[in-house]
C-alpha cells in the first residue's frame, strides 16, 4: 500500500483513504479513522480493567468463561468470543479455533504443522495452535485476502 505524509503550515488536518478493494487492511484503516477501536472490559480479582485492543495477545474461552491474555496479566472479560469477534471485527485479530482468537500483529514466528495445522508463537513465547479448519483462511488473511468475510 502507498501512503504519502505531508505536514501543513496552516489549515485543517484531513485524511484522504483512497483504494480499489476494500481489503481487511483497508477495513482495519477505516476503523482507526472512524475511532471505532473499543476498549476490552476484564477483570482482574475485584479490580475493573479497561483494555486496548492493541494490547491484548489471545483471548481464549475455557469452561464457559472467556479471558484476554497480555504480555504480564490475564483478565475475565464477561464477554463471549462470538461477540469479541463482533467488537474486534476490523482490527487485526483472527478467530484460529473454537476456543480462542488471535491478535495478529503479536505473532512474532509461524511453523507449519502435519495436517495443515500451524503453530503460531507469540510476543510473550507462548505457542497456540491454529487449527486446520482456520488455518486456510490465515494463510489468506496473511497474504492480504480476506479471512473474516
Known sequence: MKYTIQQIA??????????RERTTEVERICSFLQGELRRIRGFMEQEQVLLEPTEIL???SVDGKTFAY???EVLRTEYTLNRLEQLLDGVNFFR???SM???????????????NRIEATMG???RILISRTYASDFRKRLRGGGGNE
Open 10 to 19: 496552516e489549515g485543517e488536518d484531513e485524511v484522504i483513504l483512497r483504494y
Open 58 to 60: 489471545y483471548i481464549e
Open 70 to 72: 497480555t504480555e504480564a
Open 96 to 98: 484460529c479455533s473454537k
Open 101 to 115: 482468537i488471535i491478535n495478529i500483529d503479536k505473532v512474532e514466528r509461524l511453523r507449519s504443522l502435519p495436517s
Open 124 to 126: 510473550n513465547g507462548e
